[in-house]
Each structure stands twice: as C-alpha cells, then as structure tokens.
C-alpha cells in the first residue's frame, strides 16, 4: 500500500494545504475533507480510524512533514489536545504538539502502534492564540497516520482528568538507611519525597510483607514511610503480597508462619494481618487511601489454596482481604491488581470469576511494562475495555523504563538491549519520558473519568551497596538502577516532568 501511495504523496505534498482560517475550534478534524482547513503538508487516504479518511506522515526517503492549524480567540486557561494514531515507529520524532500558544511547546509522542491509540497534550494558553501540530521527522518508508484529532479546555474531551500521579517507593528506606542520596534537576541534594512531591507526584504505594529477612517492608517500615508520604500531602496506596518475599504471576509463597495452616486460618489470617496494619496506620493518623488486596494475582495467591484454578478458595481469600480493609475505613479503596495490562481475555475471564462469585472491590489495578506486557494501544484497548465491562475506575498501578543500558553496579539489569527493542523506546532520558507518557495518555483515553492514573514502579531504587534484590542475602545487588527516575549520579531525571504535566 505504501509504494502505491508513493506517486499521490509527492503529488500532494508539492501543493501544501491553504492556511486554515481563524477559529476557537478545529476544522475538518478527522480529515474527512482532504486537508481542508489545514496548515504545512502530508496526505490523506482511505482507512479513517471513524471515517473514511486518515492524515499520513510518509516517503520513501528521508522527510520532515508539519501538519497544523492555528486556533485563535482562546480564552485563556488550560488546553487538550487529543489525536488518534498509528504508527510503524522508527521515526526521529512523531508527536502531537500544542505550541505558540503563550507558554512552552507541550508534545505527546507518537508511539508505535498496529492499532489506533489515543494520545493527548495539555498547555496554558496565555496570549489567546494556540497551534495544533502533527509532526513527524522520520526515515525513508516510516509512516504515521492522525485521526479524529480533538482540542478543547482540558475539563473536556472525553477523558479522564487524572487524579493519581504515583510512584511505587517501597525500598526506599532501605537505600536511605545504607548511604543513598537524592538530588533535583539542579543537583541540590533533597530529601527523594520532597523532590517527588515538587515534581507533581501526589500519591505512594508501599508494599508489606509478612515478615521479610530484613525488616523492611514490614508493618513497622510501612507505618514510618506513611508518615512522611503523608506529611508531603500525598495519598497512600498499601501493596499486600501476603508472603514473606517478592509475589508475582511466577510465584505466591505464602509467609512460613502460615504455611502449615488449614484453609479457614489461611482465610482468618489473611483477614487479621490486613486488618492489623491497616488499623495501625488509621491510629497514627495516617489512613490508607487505597490497599490493593494481593500483587499481580493473575494466578492467585498463597499457593496452592489460593491458585486461580480453584476460584472458591481464591474469591473466599479475597473477599477476607476487602471485608477487613473495610471494617478498618469504609472510605478505604480496595484495589484487585493483575499484571500483562494488555491481556484482555485473561482479564475479562479473571474479574468475570470474580464478580459472579461477589468478590468486593472498588478498582482494578494494572501491571503494564511496555517490553515484556506489549504495546501501549493494546494497555489502551484493555483499560477501555474492563473499565466499560465492569463499571470500576482503573489505573496502571506498576509500569518502568529504562533511561541508560549501562548499569551502576555488578548486578545485571533486567532492562537490556533486547527489551529496549521491545519497548520501542530508546534507553536515553528522552525515550525513558516518552514512554511514561505514552502510559499516561493510555490512561487518559479511558471514557468517563474512570482512567485514575499511574504509578511508576520504584524511581528511587537506585544502585546503593546492601540495597538488593533479596532480602535474604545484604550482598545482593540491583537490577533496577537503570529504571530509576534519579541518574548515576543521583540526579532527578526529565521523565519526572510528566508527573507536573501528565
């Protein structure tokens, strides 16, 4: 299809469209007319994502193409614009920009996509005057195509305005108790949830276990941490894995101390140690906004009682878990968390199980690591998708990438060349941003106001010696480091910027 559009491109990008006239809203948004009504170059064709007609970016050389309008008689205020993409990915750049418009040039990456994915970027606007672009600088044979491109107050739109801006700081304690140091963009060494906080972040998640080798992430670690999240004003979201170390799709331990029980004190247990350290922070005064009852439980949890292949035995764990969040405060929100975010049959037949056995909740949490979970239109389609089919609020609870493939110390990281290949990001501070931001827009596509936010997984986990993977072994060291939102040298990395202007 590309090479037959070769001739019609050229043809079309020699005769730029005639500016567009002056006005408060876009003309011919889906380009169902042509390039009627807009600015610089490109082409339309056929395979509209609602119409019959789609904006393309492409050429068999190398090429710049700008495609805009410029909207005038704004009142100021703050400004969405939301555009429908897919790509083939490989370009230079490819964005949705909003610009002149009185403050700086906000741009939402293009990422690569087979499907259509929403993507938005919200400005001031200061001066009256604001311009809608799509751009792309890209190499022979990418292509990009712009679709049913929107812009309006940011109250509008269609999406969700979003209300959780978070990070997942469970180990940072530790890495603050063996030397670890954080600095803001200047360099200025700050306490890491002052920098966060600054940066617009405005809730934590901490995870608990039962009880780890190394004192951390128990309840008492938990209670301090609380503390100082909420001394920032930030909200507090409480991860039980119900182990005594890391749970996950791959593996559910139950805590030693339980693992002789029967099936009902599994179940009491579960009720009693969720119910204990929730009370204990609502009588320091720092009340859990949100627990999620078990971590990326796609297959259960306390195996084997609790494995998904026996739904009983997982909806009864489960409703325990909710029924003590509650007892502790009905304004407590119970969070069911899954990973593989673009899964969608896993999770439709999961929380299918779940609601036709009564399984309380109140949102549906996702894991969504671009390079192991897919691409972000599919995260996009899933979130859509299960907030419609079960009428809950959804956030993307854990999600990462990586800024650099060099590592910090003699542990090797998780995020490598091959993943980097996955993700479809470059392992820079630029590709690091612009993949958060891609999950953000994912989120904010979610109709209804029901797409909450993001957590991004552990930002402050850098290279600190004793701060490792295994709580059983101090010498253990961090795959992570090249993750983190601080750099090597313990600096706050760009893609911060997106938890201010998400």
């Not at 400005?123 to 600088?137: D, E, K, Y």
Request: proline share 4%.
């Amino acid at each position: 299809m590309r090479v037959r559009l070769a001739l019609l491109s050229v043809v079309l990008l020699l005769v730029p469209a005639a500016p567009a006239a002056a006005a408060t809203t876009l003309t011919n948004a889906g380009f169902e007319s042509g390039l009627s009504g807009w600015s610089g170059n490109g082409y339309t064709e056929s395979g509209g994502r609602s119409g019959n007609n789609r904006l393309t970016h492409w050429a068999s050389s190398a090429y710049q193409r700008e495609t805009y309008q410029t909207l005038t008689g704004l009142t100021n205020g703050s400004y969405t614009a939301r555009a429908w993409i897919r790509s083939g990915g490989g370009q230079n750049a490819a964005y949705l920009a909003l610009k002149n418009c009185g403050s700086g040039e906000q741009r939402a990456t293009v990422p690569a996509s087979d499907a259509w994915t929403q993507i938005s970027v919200t400005v001031i606007v200061s001066g009256g005057n604001c311009t809608v672009s799509l751009f792309s600088n890209a190499n022979a044979g990418n292509w990009a195509s712009f679709d049913d491109v929107t812009f309006g107050p940011s109250t509008g739109g269609g999406g969700s305005t979003i209300q959780i801006r978070g990070v997942d700081i469970s180990t940072l304690k530790k890495g603050e108790d063996r030397g670890g140091v954080y600095r803001d963009s200047a360099g200025t060494q700050r306490d890491a949830l002052t920098i966060l906080r600054s940066s617009g972040v405005d809730y934590a998640r901490l995870k608990v276990w039962v009880n780890p080798a190394d004192a951390y992430n128990n309840k008492a670690r938990v209670l301090t941490m609380a503390s100082r999240v909420k001394a920032q004003g930030m909200k507090l979201l409480v991860d039980f894995h119900y182990s005594d170390s890391w749970a996950d799709p791959g593996k559910q331990n139950k805590p030693a101390a339980w693992a002789s029980m029967s099936f009902s004190q599994l179940r009491q247990a579960v009720y009693d140690h969720t119910y204990d350290v929730l009370n204990a922070l609502k009588a320091q005064g720092t009340t859990a906004d949100m627990a999620q009852v078990g971590n990326e439980i796609n297959d259960g949890m306390l195996w084997p009682d609790g494995r998904s292949s026996n739904w009983a035995n997982l909806a009864s764990l489960l409703t325990a878990g909710s029924q003590a969040v509650k007892a502790v405060s009905s304004s407590t929100q119970v969070m069911l968390h899954l990973a593989e975010g673009g899964n969608n049959s896993q999770h439709r037949w999961w929380f299918d199980q779940a609601t036709s056995r009564g399984v309380p909740f109140d949102v549906i949490g996702v894991s969504h690591y671009i390079y192991w979970h897919g691409t972000v239109s599919s995260l996009q389609a899933n979130l859509i998708d299960l907030a419609a089919r079960y009428g809950k609020p959804i956030a993307v609870v854990e999600t990462a990438y990586g800024f650099t493939l060099s590592q910090d110390d003699g542990e090797p990281n998780i995020f490598n060349s091959s993943l980097q290949q996955a993700g479809g990001y470059p392992a820079s501070a630029q590709g690091q941003t612009d993949a958060l931001r891609a999950v953000f827009n994912a989120v904010k596509a979610v109709p209804n106001g029901r797409g909450l936010g993001v957590f991004y997984w552990e930002p402050t986990w850098t290279a600190v010696t004793g701060n490792g993977w295994d709580p059983t072994n101090p010498s253990s060291g961090n795959g992570w480091e090249n993750q983190a939102l601080f750099d090597y040298s313990d600096r706050a990395l760009p893609a911060l910027q997106v938890f201010t202007n998400p």
